[in-house]
């Protein structure tokens, strides 16, 4: 028989320590954004190659991906807010380091050591959620908080790069960083309590290298992948990757305490979540790509008109963000897992419609989308950390991060690649005949290689090239949307049906609810009370 339990409620001081936990969060998703702008500086200064121009841009995600899970594991054993403050001084060393390279191999560095340190930072952040605020209720509100933490900062972290390179050198980007961690490493220790797995053993080292190493080698093969087409070294780190990670799971099948519980994928709750979250991450991941491309290429919008009108689908993520905790307060979380991605579905049908020209449905598409996402990816988030034994917060939060993180990148590389494969072929049938080979091989490779192609040609052969060429990227952008809200419209399906029986927030698990003694009868809790009541 369940036994009911009022959980306690958190005060004025969880709620101040909230607002230092949206901090970090804040940071993480700007430091993915803020570089964007700084490119074109920091390529005259450093003269880094092609190569090592993309490592600059790609490593700082790469590294956040692969240590999600140990650094999560780590908090669990050694404390989340000792690893949270270690973070925040990685972080600020790191940042510093970044702002004053003298060389491209130096930036890279940085960059890795800042998303080492992001890594530690977004599951210490969830997992001390998870413990500060133990009702339901107020610990969605909670999530919400975190997760808005994220899209804001998504959305100013070009803004206020913008402002710094109007006035100061492109490294000024990374120091926005530092006033931000100091006043995390002043307050944290005052208002963030302390908590780790008091069961926990030691982190198994080989099993930390083997995730980290495999988790780096797969979504390096799909990013990589995505960026340049098929490659032999890309298909060797996939398949490298792809073997560490198996070698990863039996490790932790054998290890009396392994880095990750895989217990916790057993659990209906948690996998259905997690799983939905990844799906829902791919399909966005997959278009985004594209609606880029189609403000600045198409539309012919400078990078900083081009974000702001994708701030309204920001601004919806805000808005969908902080309207799911009160909705699965009145529904079911399947019920508004169901009905967001149903909604997203639209929105990506309406991309799927959006012509050459049409700016005003391209926004209100992408704002369907985003408000439809939001809802999701919040009360999923919340379902995987509140069902989860809070010792096992962590590691949660880890595999929470990691699916998301794989989602956005398996979108990129699947969905991009679809995209691109219609471009090729839209814009091969509507290229001039008398266009030179040469020409016409570049202008199927990318539609940066149709303008730059167009560039060089007379003016009556200009102007059908570009059209040719914006009319073929438009083309990719609606079949990308169609797959996408296909899977999204599938994804919202098969979540309603599985995660049907939790109840509204606040409400007390039926018996023999999935998740309140573990999925599908077996217990997944290790004694800890789970499901929404916990």
Known sequence: MTTS???????????????????????????????????????????????????????????????????????????????????????????????YADSAQMLIGARALLGLAGATLMPSTLSLVRVMFPDPAQRGVAVAVVMTSFSVGTTVGPLLGGLLLEHFWWGSVFLLGVPVMVLLLVLGPLLLPEYRDPEGGRVDPLSAVLSVAGMLGIVYAVKETAAHGPAWTAAAAGLAGLALGVWFVRRQLSLPEPLLDLGLLRDRIINTSLGTYLLGLFA????????????????????????????????????????????????????????????????????????????????????????????????????????????????????????????????????????????????????????????????????????????????????????????????????????????????????????????VTGAAPAEGTPGASGADGADASDGEPAGRSA
């Open 284 to 503: 966005m991941g997959g278009t985004q790509v594209f609606i880029a491309l189609y403000l600045q290429e198409v539309l012919g919008l400078s990078p900083l008109l081009a974000g702001a009108w994708m701030v309204p689908a920001s601004l919806g993520t805000v808005v969908g963000s902080l309207l799911a905790p009160v909705l699965v307060r009145r529904w079911r979380p399947a019920t508004v897992v169901a009905a967001g991605l149903a909604l997203a579905g639209l929105g990506f049908g309406v991309l799927a419609v959006t012509g050459p020209d049409d700016l005003a449905l391209l926004v209100v598409g992408y704002l369907w989308v985003a408000l439809g996402l939001s809802p999701m990816i919040t009360v999923c988030t919340d379902l995987v950390i509140g069902t989860a034994p809070p010792r096992r917060a962590g590691a949660a939060s880890a595999l929470s991060e990691s699916s998301g993180e794989l989602g956005v990148a398996l979108g990129v590389a699947l969905l991009g690649s679809v995209g691109t494969a219609v471009y090729g072929a839209a814009v091969a049938d509507r290229l001039p005949a008398e266009l030179p080979a040469p020409a016409a091989e570049a202008v199927r490779e990318t539609v940066a290689g149709a303008r730059e192609v167009a560039a060089e040609q007379a003016p009556e052969l200009a102007g059908p090239l570009l059209t040719a060429s914006h009319q073929a990227l438009t083309s990719g952008l609606n079949v990308t949307a169609a797959a996408a809200g296909a899977v999204v419209v599938g994804t919202a399906v098969w979540a309603g049906r599985r995660l049907r029986r939790v109840p």
């Open 5 to 99: 339990q009022t959980p306690a409620r958190a005060g004025r001081r969880e709620w101040v320590g909230l607002a230092v936990l949206a901090l970090p969060t804040l940071l993480i998703s700007m430091d993915v954004t803020v570089l964007y702008l700084a490119v074109p500086q920091l390529s005259a200064d450093l003269d880094p190659s092609s190569t090592e121009l993309l490592w600059i841009m790609d490593v700082y995600g790469f590294l956040i991906a692969g240590a999600l899970v140990p650094m999560g594991a780590a908090g669990d054993r050694y404390g989340r807010r000792r690893l949270l403050l270690a973070g925040a001084v990685l972080f600020a060393g790191a940042s510093v380091l970044a702002a």
